[in-house]
């Protein structure tokens, strides 16, 4: 179930926090838009398959972690986020 969806025209995204039952867990995920639209190409935000670093275990941290996407540059974002080689969060 989706709890929240913005797009962030200004950083060519949209994000979205997600409520994921079976891991009781709620994921903050994004997808790129093409000419403003939402490509509807869900990812958890920053990362790939098995990439956990926006997944929370309360709304609370989602919609924190929602606020910092929206206030804080994507590059900015992206770097918090980024995967070393290895596969450990920096």
Known sequence: MVLLRETLPDRGIAVRNVVDDAADSYCVESTPLSGGVVTDEWTVFGGSVGYDASVFA?????????ERV??????????????DTDGATK
């Open 58 to 66: 309360a709304d609370a941290a989602a919609r924190a972690f929602v």
């Open 70 to 83: 929206r206030t804080t540059s994507h590059d900015d974002v992206l770097a918090e986020l980024a995967v």
